[in-house]
């Protein structure tokens, strides 16, 4: 897995072995980034089930200002940590070992332009997580949040009632993308 572009582009990453985390093919984050690049410049980026860092990195090498990266796995840390360092972005990135849920609450009241949601499939991770960053006050109305899911309808449903609206939706064989934006009440 490398940077596809920008200040640390073709750098390889250390990736984690085993099953517990799944990379997002190249081919979904190439399209990814190519759909949000003009929301990437300057903006503060909260990257929720990181697992190597590869899209919170990936961010921050195409001008993100900062990026805020939580991973549950110490392994995961540990790898992500590496990949900081091999980028150089030790000054823009945080890193924390904790529960989404306790970090979304330790990070209230703190706007963020991007966030990227993409926890383990067959959870209600995603919920969650729309549900703590909407109570703890982390989105605006020019929040961009992105969730990967291989379960759309599943996920759909649990949306229909949140503030949220879904400006965008692509699929890519198991993995879909969804683009939603924080409606405030």
Not at 15 to 23: A, C, I, K, Q, S
């Amino acid at each position: 897995m490398r940077i596809i572009s920008g200040k640390a582009r073709g750098t390889k990453l250390y990736t984690l072995e085993g099953m517990n985390t799944r990379p997002t093919l190249d081919r979904v984050k190439e399209s990814l980034f190519n759909i949000i690049q003009k929301d990437i410049q300057d903006a503060k980026i909260l990257d929720l089930f990181s697992g190597c860092g590869a899209i919170g990195i990936e961010l921050l090498s195409r001008g993100a200002k900062r990026a805020v990266l939580c991973d549950n796995s110490k392994d995961a840390i540990n790898i992500i940590k590496k990949n900081v360092q091999k980028t150089h972005f030790e000054n823009i990135a945080e890193i924390y070992n904790c529960d989404f849920k306790n970090l979304i609450k330790k990070l209230e009241n703190q706007k963020f332009d991007i966030i990227y949601i993409d926890p383990p499939y067959a959870t209600d991770y995603i919920k969650e997580s729309i549900e703590n960053i909407i109570k703890y006050n982390l989105v605006d109305e020019n929040t961009l949040i992105i969730i990967e899911t291989d379960d759309e309808t599943r996920i759909l449903k649990q949306m229909e009632k949140m503030d949220v609206e879904i400006t965008d939706k692509r699929k890519y064989g198991r993995a879909t993308i969804i683009f939603l934006k924080y409606i405030k009440h």
